[in-house]
């Protein structure tokens, strides 16, 4: 079950909820407002969170949490 997949470390967002796997990640995504989504940092991470959950593979998975941080950072939604 790759999205089950946990990140390298959980992530604590503004509002006190935490990313913890990679179907977490994916929520967060999909929660955001369709303009953000389409901003490129965002649709790299959603690129890496899919390659991830297909693959498995823990570098794909570390890859992927590093994007999420940068793109999290970039949009100040980070605690």
Same mark, same amino acid.
């Given at each position: 079950m790759p999205w089950t997949s946990r990140l390298k /470390?959980?992530?604590?967002?503004k509002g006190g909820? /935490?990313?913890?796997t990679l179907a977490d990640a994916r929520t967060v995504i999909l929660e955001l407002p369709e303009y953000q989504q389409r901003r490129p940092y965002w649709e790299y991470t959603a690129q890496l969170l899919m390659a991830a959950a297909q693959g498995g593979k823990r570098e794909a998975i570390?890859?992927?949490?590093?994007?999420?941080?940068?793109?999290l950072k970039a949009d100040r939604m980070l605690s």
């Open positions: /470390s959980p992530i604590k967002l909820r /935490s990313v913890e570390d890859e992927a949490y590093w994007q999420l941080m940068r793109a």
